[in-house]
């Protein structure tokens, strides 16, 4: 048996190990700074020129909904359709928001077959 190996690992793989374990952990520092970040975050997605609004948080809670007493006059089914509408539009905002922001996070990760 050859003396100085160890369990297989040289002093370099275990400062990779190291590294790669203090990475980790300042990503899940970084990603729970993001949640907190996305809860406060308002996104606002509207129909009908603005005649209807929803606004949601950075992870998708739904916050307030805004209707314009114009937009009330339209009718049931078109006032239906509008607030459908301002709350897809929310939605994808705020989902392409959580994205953007998630990518940012991992940009300068390096991970093995990404």
Do not use: C, H
């Not at 996104?43 to 805004?66: C, D, T, Y």
């Amino acid at each position: 048996m050859s003396q100085n190996k160890g369990f297989g690992f040289g002093l370099g793989k275990m400062k990779e190990i190291a590294q790669a374990i203090q990475k980790a952990q300042q990503v899940q520092e970084d990603a729970k700074k993001l949640q907190e970040e996305l809860e406060k975050t308002e996104i606002e997605g509207q129909a009908g020129n603005g005649l209807v609004k929803v606004v949601m948080s950075g992870n998708q809670e739904p916050l307030r909904v805004e209707i314009s007493a114009e937009a009330l006059g339209e009718g049931a089914e078109v006032l239906s359709d509008l607030v459908f509408a301002a709350m897809k539009n929310a939605y994808t905002a705020s989902t392409e928001t959580m994205r953007q922001r998630m990518e940012a996070l991992t940009a300068n990760l390096q991970l093995p077959g990404m």
